[in-house]
């Protein structure tokens, strides 16, 4: 697989409550090889999307450590995480986030544009072809249905050609069939990339598809599994 590009050292996230401090994420260890898959498991509020935004650096842990990509992110300021992110994380969301204003293609080459790629146009083209969405390339996220939008997402997530691909319920809210169909785009996309896949999902048939698998209850890892 190659040498680890994401690691964990006894992470940990602590917020104030009413009844004092609450414990969301205890001391959590991990690392991953450039092109693993990783499923995050676990029932509502069990810490899957707060562990998300530490290993992806938009969240601070109370304790602990995440180097992503040879990089500590404790001690950087969220601009410095934020070129970091940039440099070498993709995303994509159960709420897809594409921009209204722009069409598929637009959507697409922005990160690239942002980039100063000059490739930009032929890139998010031959991504967009290669989703299947070659017909579709002007029309806007209003005109595409949910599993189009969720395809153009992940093209836009593939189009910097991440290290790390987070993905945050991709498939939560698309019906089964198109959620295997963006479940199969996934691996085949972080299989010809090298890109190493971080899930969280309620899906056990798309958890168990990943090379590893976690399981996280009221912030405690209680199975470490790897299908």
Do not use: W, Y
Not at 37 to 53: D, E, P, Q, W, Y
Not at 72 to 99: P, W
Not at 114 to 138: N, P, Y
Not at 186 to 194: P, R, T
């Amino acid at each position: 697989m190659g040498a680890s590009i994401l690691t964990a050292k006894n992470l940990s996230k602590v917020v104030p409550s009413a009844e004092g401090e609450l414990t969301i994420l205890h001391e959590l260890s991990l690392e991953l090889n450039k092109g693993d898959s990783l499923a995050i498991v676990g029932a509502s509020g069990s810490g899957k999307s707060t562990l998300l935004g530490l290993l992806a650096g938009l969240d601070l842990p109370s304790g602990g450590e995440v180097t992503l990509a040879g990089q500590g992110l404790s001690n950087l300021d969220e601009d410095q995480r934020a070129r970091i992110r940039a440099e070498h994380v993709g995303f994509v969301f159960q709420s897809f986030q594409l921009l209204d204003s722009l069409n598929a293609l637009e959507n697409v080459m922005l990160p690239l544009e942002l980039d100063g790629r000059k490739d930009a146009r032929e890139r998010a083209t031959e991504l967009l072809q290669r989703v299947g969405l070659g017909q579709r390339l002007t029309h806007s996220p209003r005109q595409l249905s949910g599993g189009e939008q969720q395809r153009v997402a992940i093209a836009r997530a593939f189009a910097a050609e991440p290290d790390v691909l987070f993905a945050d319920e991709p498939t939560g809210n698309l019906d089964s069939h198109t959620g295997e169909r963006i479940s199969d785009l996934l691996f085949e996309l972080n299989q010809e990339s090298g890109t190493t896949l971080v899930l969280v999902t309620h899906d056990e048939r798309l958890a168990h598809r990943c090379r590893r698998l976690i399981r996280l209850e009221a912030g405690l890892l209680v199975a470490p599994l790897e299908p």
